[in-house]
């Protein structure tokens, strides 16, 4: 008995080869009908006997392409045609009503980088190599569907040989929109300071700039990078210098993954991470002999790795490896693009940039994760994630949440699904801050939606914020900063019902005007109240405070030494002078410019200045990371803090450590030791205040969130003592947990509010 069945599947099953194999599913079951792309994801429709139909099923839910994911696959029986042959690709149809499915960027294939090295292949040493496994994708789409006339290839006009591959459905490049090849596709270029083109092979050319010692551009998938050659102390102290940038890790490209071995520590999670065709940068510890320049990552043990994911990066890597890759921008400017915008960073930080004509249409810098217990932990999600959906536990209207100002993403709701964008950058910068307005564009466009509702914020002053006030968009929704990092999470989890939030992190809105960031939440998606939060200290200057975490630690001593804390300070704090400590404390004595804040990066600044890390700083938790960097992890010991109950809110204080870690000092206790316990510390007074808290509120489940979670031996030692006390702990594998995923948070937190 024949009949016909409407399959309609959605997921990320655009881009990745989808329906040539189930072409080749249908044919082999004799099977007629047709398979296209809708803006929504793909739509098959089959004819023919019972049985073959079923197995054809079958089949494509057992069997997809490898980097599909289906998510769901509408199955509906319609009338037959009584056409029983003849099984067609067709082409796409526009549908506004189900969910797209784009795809994010792949890297190189094995197949693609093997016909890369074969002298017989006709793509041999072609930079633009690529196949429906591997290539660009999210960084070339213009609109949705995604075809060949939508992206930035539609300019290269196939020759014979890849229209044939392209349009053979038994072919690995059957609708591989970026084909290419030699003779049809895009080209390499190097552009040097005076703007000639060279002569000659350019990249031959670029390898041997790099060998001297040169800094270059180099364009990849979703912007520039600019490099050097790893193991030279000079390339990477002039690319510093020039960039700007002293001390924050640089990210290194390796040819293999036998090299990372050479360099690096690393495990089998580790590795199947970096495999992957995301290609993120992953963070490892370093090998005490690692040959790298040590001016890669001063502050740390550890290394962000990665391996080529395009074509041109095998070229080069095979010719020189490892080199520094880092991304091609001024300090906190988004990574650049096109060959016009490299006169922001040629001829002051490159003398050449390896360039290529295919145009990238949105940038997508390169995403960073750590691995703990097996788990991804993201410190930034962006290329080869976005724009992959996080799902929510709640729906309704579109949400456009505007995120925070550092670090900032933006989300888009599309019923229950959030599309957080690629990393946008630090928003008081005038460049961020366009491309903030751009991605917001970019991002409702692509996805065809006209938010009714937009999140932000509560900080008036966030440039997000106040572009939220400013939108057309009558619905407003403001978010507590910390309320958003717990309900980031959350929804990764897909929890709804109350927890117990602990968001740990720099700064944040407090609603009643003081600085939060050491807080113990009661929280549901809709709502929350403050449980406990960390003890509060004035913060000397404000801002200043936190660049010079030398003043933190003069108002931890100020406040629990009182007066008698000058002589401490004399001994402990030789970067703050005897006049300036005056001044400092006669400021915060008369509440002059002295915010208080609950801050737990503070604390962390604080105590990294204590023992003797207080040189004021050049990136954003610099003090944090060398805290952690030197504590000792099998240190056991903690030091005393206490638990005040100020009627329902209860206060930290980690004034009794802070005496002890003086006494410490003052015995010539190692920094490893008392690093070691100050995290021990934390992790247990986090463990007794959420004793207190399940005590009288019957709660069990504890979720993690905030940047100071980015600490691995923080979150490790926090997840084990409360496993061990028998609660169920929630932390980040989806979004970071620093202000990255704040975006997701708001946006969840006004679907709930939303909910009747
Ligand atoms: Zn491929
Ligand atoms: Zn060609
Ligand atoms: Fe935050």
């Not at 079951?29 to 429709?45: W, Y």
């Not at 790099?210 to 390339?235: R, S």
């Not at 915008?341 to 002051?348: A, F, G, K, S, W």
Request: glycine share 8%.
């Amino acid at each position: 008995m024949n009949k016909r069945v409407r399959l309609q599947v959605t997921g990320r099953v655009q881009g990745v080869g989808f329906r040539p194999t189930v072409y080749r599913y249908a044919v082999s079951q004799g099977l007629a009908g047709f398979v296209q792309n809708t803006s929504g994801g793909v739509l098959i429709e089959v004819e023919g006997a019972g049985n073959a139909v079923s197995d054809f099923i079958e089949k494509i839910k057992s069997e997809p392409p490898r980097h599909a994911r289906i998510e769901n696959i509408d199955i509906t029986e319609i009338p037959g045609t009584g056409v029983s042959h003849g099984f067609e690709i067709s082409a796409s149809r526009r549908s506004e009503d189900i969910l797209a499915g784009m795809p994010p960027d792949l890297a190189t294939c094995d197949e693609c980088r093997a016909e890369l090295f074969d002298p017989h292949n006709r793509r041999y040493r072609y930079p633009f190599i690529n196949c429906t496994n591997c290539g660009p994708r999210f960084t070339i789409i213009r609109r949705l569907p995604y075809d060949r006339e939508q992206t930035s290839m539609a300019c290269f006009q196939q020759c014979g040989g890849c229209g044939r591959e392209y349009s053979d459905p038994m072919d690995r490049r059957f609708d591989a929109q970026p084909n290419a090849c030699h003779e049809c596709g895009p080209e390499v270029k190097l552009i040097t300071v005076g703007n000639d083109s060279f002569e000659g092979a350019p990249i031959t050319e670029a390898v041997r700039q790099l060998k001297n010692g040169a800094i270059l551009a180099v364009k990849g998938i979703g912007g520039y990078h600019i490099c050097c050659d790893a193991c030279n102390n000079n390339a990477v102290s002039l690319l510093r210098k020039r960039k700007n940038r002293p001390a924050k890790p640089l990210a290194v490209m390796f040819v293999s993954l036998d090299e990372i071995r050479h360099h690096c520590e690393i495990n089998p999670d580790e590795e199947s991470q970096l495999l992957s065709v995301s290609a993120p940068v992953v963070i490892l510890r370093r090998k005490q002999d690692s040959g790298l320049s040590e001016l890669i990552s001063p502050d740390t043990n550890d290394i962000g790795a990665f391996l080529p994911y395009s074509p041109l990066h095998h070229l080069l890597l095979t010719e020189i490896s490892p080199l520094v890759m880092t991304s091609g921008n001024l300090s906190e400017e988004p990574v650049i693009k096109d060959e016009d915008e490299l006169t922001r960073i040629m001829p002051d930080i490159v003398e050449s940039a390896l360039a290529h004509n295919r145009p990238i249409v949105r940038r997508c810098d390169d995403s960073v994760l750590k691995i703990i217990q097996g788990q991804r932990l993201f410190i930034r999600r962006s290329r080869g994630f976005v724009p992959e959906p996080v799902n929510l536990p709640v729906k309704g209207p579109s949400v456009l949440a505007c995120g925070a100002e550092l670090k900032n993403t933006i989300c888009v709701t599309r019923d229950n699904q959030a599309f957080i964008s690629p990393h946008i950058g630090d928003l008081d910068n005038y460049q961020s801050h366009l491309f903030f307005r751009e991605s917001i564009r970019d991002f409702t466009g692509l996805l065809e939606v006209k938010p009714s509702v937009i999140a932000c914020d509560m900080h008036p002053d966030y440039h997000s914020t106040r572009y939220a006030y400013e939108m057309d968009i009558p619905m407003k929704i403001a978010v507590q900063h910390h309320h958003a990092h717990i309900a980031a999470c959350m929804s990764e989890h897909m929890i709804t019902n109350q927890v117990i939030g602990i968001a740990l992190d720099g700064t944040g809105f407090g609603p009643d005007g003081t600085i939060w960031g050491g807080e113990i939440l009661i929280a549901d998606l809709k709502e929350f109240t403050r449980a406990a939060h960390f003890k509060q200290y004035k913060m000397p200057g404000g801002d200043e405070a936190v660049r010079h975490p030398s003043r933190m630690a003069l108002s931890c001593l100020f406040s629990e030494f009182g007066t008698e804390c000058g002589e401490i300070i004399d001994v402990i704090l030789p970067a703050i002078s005897e006049h300036e400590s005056k001044i400092l404390i006669r400021m915060m004595d008369n509440n002059i410019n002295s915010p208080l804040t609950s801050s737990a990066g503070r604390l962390f600044d604080a105590v990294a200045a204590m023992i003797g890390m207080g040189q004021p700083i050049s990136y954003e938790g610099q003090p944090a990371i060398r805290l952690q960097a030197c504590a000792d992890r099998n240190e056991t010991d903690s030091y005393p803090f206490k638990i005040e109950s100020g009627g329902e809110l209860y206060i930290i204080s980690f004034g009794p450590a802070i005496r002890s870690i003086i006494s410490d000092m003052r015995h010539g206790t190692s920094r490893g030791r008392i690093a070691g316990m100050f995290h021990n510390t934390l992790a247990r007074a986090i463990g007794d205040t959420c004793d207190t808290i399940r005590h009288k509120h019957h709660l069990t489940q504890v979720v993690l969130s905030g940047g100071v979670f980015q600490n691995d031996l923080l979150l490790e030692k926090v997840t084990n003592i409360l496993h061990k006390r028998g609660f169920r702990v929630y932390s980040h594998h989806l979004a970071p947990p620093n202000d990255g995923g704040i975006a997701l948070g708001q946006a969840a937190v006004a679907l709930a509010k939303l909910q009747k």
